[in-house]
């Protein structure tokens, strides 16, 4: 019996010395891990990104800490605006032009329109403040949502809001906000200097693309009317060209004598050449209406594939 407790001692000691060995060993694997990931983190330098990640980074004007949580972050810009949907839907965006994953990867869509540059830098901004707001404590959460209840928020931007859960209204504001409208708190104004040098020049990238797509809207809106003063003007050319033409047939049909028929032709003749003068306007006018209405069709054309790259298959206007 002795034996037999000696054994069972014996064995539940090794099983105690292997157990605290395994520990152990867990520990060092964690401790290794961790500064596996340490100097993974770390190797990541401003050297190390490609052309194009650079220079948008360099076009937020970071901080040295907003540069440092941009560099923690794997960037990845996509020429097709498919692809970022594609990747994006995953997490639960649909309709969007970048999004940021809590493991640290962002991806935007980088267009090819010079006009709407500056739309790259502006979502790379809203982006990187979402992987910022994900670090942030609860405490500093609860401070910046008391912030925000102080703002004066503009109608633009809480319709922006009403597209997204509840859940996510005080993320997504954290990171609409700073981006896109230029009066802040005083609180909120350092806060956003952390990461930004220039906050304000993001707004007026925002602004600017908003004001080139008004632009090209007023452009097909004016083009649209002059179309249709066009449409009003050849109508009367038209109904004028008529009323000459029954004019001159009527002359031609009443002749009955060789002293009528001098008077009657010096009347043709003169209606004759206004018929002729009427033609030829008619003829500018319809010139300038196909000039008009090929170039609201070029400015249309344009602007929906300028709504298309920015926000989806989404026609503003047709062609005529």
């Known amino acids: 019996m002795s034996v037999i407790i000696t054994k069972v001692f014996s064995f539940t000691k090794m099983l105690i010395v292997s157990i605290a060995y395994l520990k152990d060993l867990m520990i060092i694997s964690l401790v290794v891990y961790s500064v596996f990931v340490f100097i993974t983190h770390e190797e990541r330098k401003v050297e190390d990104l490609s052309i194009n990640v650079k220079r948008v980074m360099d076009k937020l004007k970071l901080s040295k800490e907003g540069q440092s949580i941009f560099l923690k972050n794997e960037v990845h810009l996509h020429k097709e605006r498919e692809v970022v949907q594609r990747i994006c839907s995953k997490n639960g965006k649909h309709t969007t032009l970048g999004c940021y ?15 709407f540059e ?14 910022v707001y994900h670090e942030l404590s609860s405490e500093e959460k609860k401070n910046l949502k008391s912030e925000f209840h102080k703002m004066k928020i503009n109608v633009t931007i809480l319709n922006k809001l009403k597209l997204y859960r509840k859940d996510k209204f005080y993320k997504e504001l954290y990171s609409i906000l700073p981006t896109e409208q230029l009066a802040l708190t005083p609180y909120l104004e350092k806060h956003y200097k952390k990461y930004f040098q220039d906050r304000k020049g993001i707004v007026r990238s925002h602004k600017l693309s908003k004001v080139t797509e008004e632009k090209l809207k007023q452009k097909i809106s004016l083009l649209s009317n002059k179309i249709k003063m066009g449409k009003v003007h050849l109508s009367k050319i038209e109904k004028n060209q008529n009323i000459l033409k ?15 028929l001098e008077s009657v032709n010096v009347k043709v003749n003169k209606l004759i050449k206004d018929y002729n003068k009427n033609i030829l306007e008619h003829k500018q006018i319809v010139e300038n209406y196909n000039l008009q209405i090929k170039k609201r069709n070029e400015f249309v054309k344009k602007l929906n594939s300028i709504m298309s790259k920015l926000h989806g298959n989404r026609t503003t206007a047709s062609t005529d």
């Open 101 to 115: 994953f809590t493991n640290n990867k962002i991806h935007i869509y980088e267009n090819d329109l010079k006009e």
């Open 118 to 131: 500056g739309i790259t830098t502006v979502t790379m901004a809203h982006e990187l403040l979402h992987s």
């Open 246 to 260: 029954k004019k001159i047939d009527t002359l031609k049909s009443n002749v009955s004598s060789a002293i009528t």
